[in-house]
């Protein structure tokens, strides 16, 4: 049973207070001695900590700060809802010295939660016939997401065809006389076009509607139609939606939210009174907060055990949009364009990448960054806005200000379900996360190893569940993803026009009339992508793989992963400038294509080796012979479902390890063969 929510975080970057009250206790003379602080939702700023006398969590970072150099100190959770007015801030000051370590975790058999969101009371009954209620909310408060009783709560929207109207450089036209009802929509500007395709999900916000013509905001509809896979040139079509109109809400479970007005409306399913359901409104954009500076960085801090939920994230309704590029990168501000963009600029032209640099990536509900030996195990991300962790993104994903620099980071039996973004993101995308100004900025000894990661990318369904972009020695084992819109677990970013020497296809583009052609390799090498269970992908988009890598990462190795279930699309990806890659031992079932080297062109898509991987289906697109050379060797088609015994011992290991989190999880395969692990085991048999 939970108990009531307690006083609000308050100010976290507290200046460090000298503290006597609490004295470190010593657990023997051969082990470190370890300071105890219990916090509780309803504890006092006044409190010291202790179990009759709960702090506050900003209470017990004071008292951490405190302690932390003479011994290592647990601050323990009790259950609860933790409602943040602010995000929590754990900055270099809250780290662990001089080898000790700071540990933040749940109370033995309870169930902490961390919530940037209020729950939604007081339900009025506004239209009897199609069962719309309202309730008051805070003024001057969004959101794009709602969350009933633990589900994610559609926005209301309706879909149109693609043939109802016609794109122009202002917006759009409308061409179906069955639409003309669209200008009379109240508050037009609050309306959004959303456009899935074949690996883009794009929004842009609607200005004005009059007559039959949608005059939209900028930058964001000039953003979104130039470059690839535009909301006017989809590679293969897809659904358009227009959404977040309260004329809209004619299907139940679906919300509009009035920020000026303060008002949320529901259109309630039948028999169902809102105010027996727990109706959350995340109201933060960001949980926690973890970095330091590059001389300073935080350190020695573990989460364990912690429920985060209930943040948002607004850019996609404000004039920018989200001109989404791949995987949660998008464009953030107006660029030049060619006059004759709709035409000239559907494949890409030389003043698109003239933008490609500026690209942005969403900020996390959870952000790592500036910091090192930071450990989230047993915890829960879920019901957030955005993408739940990001370890060591750019800078304009931080609200530190300060990106990337992250290094010996463990996400280890975590659980990430039900999220508007990925479930992680590790890496950056700009200049600066491939070839770092100042070493410090580099990202490496990323370790995500045991997680559950599915039902993620809900709102963004353009995001992998993992992606991991330039990072020196990712491991990324024995994790579970499922049940996406787009790719599992993706690797690399750049197209390999950041590789030494560069890309003629990007020469060819124009790219390096903005950015130096380098010589020196980027930060991507050394990753580990094995022993994983993937499955259940591309539930929406075509393009892309379950098991995919973007450009040059020497020294990297896939191997011992089961891929079952993605649709009938691609199971191993390696896209443009893929180098230097060793792909073995991996199981593909029912895929359409087992292995796919995107190989055209000069895009140095070269050198990688598959090698005894298993398949039953699918094609087989691999670019073996000059310039590219990729090597097939012993790789094995089996017939229907007759695995062989080493192909049998692959799908058995992979996915997460029986014992490996505190988070007790249990789920059915269907026919999948029963997994039988051996302890501590990390390679394929």
Known sequence: MRRNPGTALAALAAAATALTALTPTPVNASVARVATIVVA?????????????????????????????????????????????????????????????????????????VSG???????????????????????GKDSRQLYVDGTLAPRASI??????????????????????????????????VESQNSFTDRYAPVQSISGTTITMQQPAWNNNNWGYDTIAKPFAGGTLLLENSS????????WYLDPDAGLLYYKAPVGQ?????????????????????YDSPARNITIEGVRFEHSTWLRPGTSTGYANQQNGAFIPSAYPQPTDFLTSCQSGCRLFEGARNGWHQIPAAVQVSAATEITFTGDTFTHLGQVALGIGNDANAHASGVGLGTSGITVHGNTFVEDSGAGIVAGGVQPDAHHPSNPAMTNKDITITDNLVTKVAQDYKDMSGILSTYVTHAAIEHNEVSDLAYDGIDVGWGWGANDPGGSTDYKNRGLYDY?????????????????NRIHGTKKVFHDGGSLYNLS???????????????????????????????????????????????????????????????????????????????????????????????????????GIEPGASSNSRSFSYGATPPRRLVAGRTRPA
């Open 41 to 113: 939702p309803e504890g006092s700023d006044r409190n010291q900590g202790t179990a009759d006398h709960p702090a506050t969590l900003a209470r017990a970072q004071r008292l951490a700060r405190g302690l932390s150099d003479t011994s290592d100190v647990v601050v323990e959770l009790s259950g609860g809802t933790y409602r943040l007015t602010q995000p929590w801030k754990l900055s270099s000051a809250d780290s662990g010295r001089n080898g000790h370590t700071v540990t933040w975790r749940a109370q033995p058999g309870e169930a902490p939660v």
């Open 117 to 139: 969101g209020r729950r939604v009371t007081g339900w009025q009954l506004q239209n009897a016939a199609a069962n719309i209620y309202v309730a008051q909310v805070p003024k």
């Open 159 to 192: 879909t149109i065809s693609r043939n109802d109207v016609r794109v122009t450089q202002t917006g759009l036209t409308i061409v179906n006389p069955a639409l003309n009802h669209l200008a009379s929509l109240p508050r037009q500007n609050r309306v959004e």
């Open 247 to 254: 004329s809209f809400l004619k299907t139940a479970g679906q």
């Open 273 to 293: 009174d809102p105010d027996d359901s727990d109706i959350e409104l995340p109201q933060l954009t960001s949980l926690l907060q973890i970095g330091g500076t």
């Open 515 to 531: 950015q130096p052609v380098y010589t020196s390799p980027t930060t991507l090498s050394d990753n580990v992508i094995r022993c």
């Open 552 to 654: 040059a990462s020497p020294g990297t190795v896939m191997e011992g992963n089961y891929i079952y279930d993605n649709h009938n699309t691609v199971g191993l990806y390696l896209d443009e400038g893929s180098r230097y890659l060793s792909l073995r031992h991996n199981v593909i079932q029912d895929a359409g294509v087992w292995a796919f080297t995107n190989a055209g062109g000069t895009n140095n898509t070269n050198d990688s080796t598959f090698s005894e991987n298993w398949y039953n289906t699918g094609a087989t697109q691999v670019a073996t012979g000059a310039p590219h050379n990729n090597v097939l060797s012993g790789n094995v088609k089996v017939s229907g479902a007759n695995w062989p015994t080493a192909a049998r011992q692959v799908m058995e290991q992979a």
